[in-house]
T-cell receptor, first 111, second 117 residues
Framework: RKEVEQDPGPFNVPEGATVAFNCTYS??????FFWYRQDCRKEPKLLMS???SGNEDGRFTAQLNRASQYISLLIRDSKLSDSATYLC????????????FGGGTRVLVKP | GAGVSQSPSNKVTEKGKDVELRCDPI?????LYWYRQSLGQGLEFLIY????????KSGLPSDRFSAERTGGSVSTLTIQRTQQEDSAVYLC???????????????FGAGSRLTVL
């Protein structure tokens, strides 16, 4: 089993709709969780950190479910510019705090 | 500089040649990662440096790949006897360590695109 797993998609989303997807992780000792966004042929960039209580940044909401070991990202009122690959990142304290990426979930927002 | 700097941005080489890719991380960042990304694929972890600890080399695909980080700052990824399957974008990222806000957040360089003919 991979340490961090994501549905690769693509998720085809009508403009204005809501889309949500999860990322599961296998290491129960993980403490830090992030969502990154990667546009085509660009480097990944931090979208948001994920906090235990859940957090929101504009149209983006991130949740952490420690019991089931997954994090989620929800995008409301999708814009065409939200089309990208969304990468989840989890740390591994036992491995010197190494950060591990999931394979990414591709989201395509269409008019 | 303010960000992670990588050079060269593009490198075309002939099969069998050696290449060196350089990464200049954000000043003060103790953690440095190298990843590889082929077209349309996810990030492939290569190597992780954290402070003075022994690097995690578990992602290096073969003994033709090596990396070093001198003085805890600049890192060089070396690929010997390049093969066509080495063609990819090589991304470097750095982060600070700790529990403070912003710690463990990776900042990526723009990458070095390697093409092996």
């Amino acid at each position: 089993r991979k340490e961090v797993e994501q549905d690769p998609g693509p998720f085809n989303v009508p403009e204005g709709a809501t889309v949500a997807f999860n990322c599961t992780y296998s290491n129960s000792a993980s403490q830090s969780f992030f969502w990154y966004r990667q546009d085509c042929r660009k480097e990944p960039k931090l979208l948001m950190s994920v906090y235990s209580s859940g957090n929101e940044d504009g149209r983006f909401t991130a949740q952490l479910n420690r019991a089931s070991q997954y994090i989620s990202l929800l995008i409301r009122d999708s814009k065409l510019s939200d089309s990208a690959t969304y990468l989840c990142v989890v740390n591994n304290r036992a491995a010197g705090n190494k950060l591990t990426f999931g394979g990414g979930t591709r989201v395509l927002v269409k008019p | 500089g303010a960000g992670v700097s990588q050079s060269p941005s593009n490198k075309v080489t002939e099969k069998g040649k050696d290449v060196e890719l350089r990464c200049d991380p954000i000043s003060g960042h103790t953690a440095l990662y190298w990843y590889r990304q082929s077209l349309g694929q996810g990030l492939e972890f290569l190597i992780y440096f954290q402070g003075n600890s022994a690097p995690d080399k578990s992602g290096l695909p073969s003994d033709r790949f090596s990396a070093e980080r001198t003085g805890g700052s600049v890192s060089t990824l070396t690929i010997q006897r390049t093969q066509q399957e080495d063609s990819a974008v090589y991304l470097c990222a750095s982060s600070s360590k700790g529990i403070a806000s912003g710690a463990n957040v990776l900042t990526f360089g723009a990458g070095s695109r390697l093409t092996v003919l």
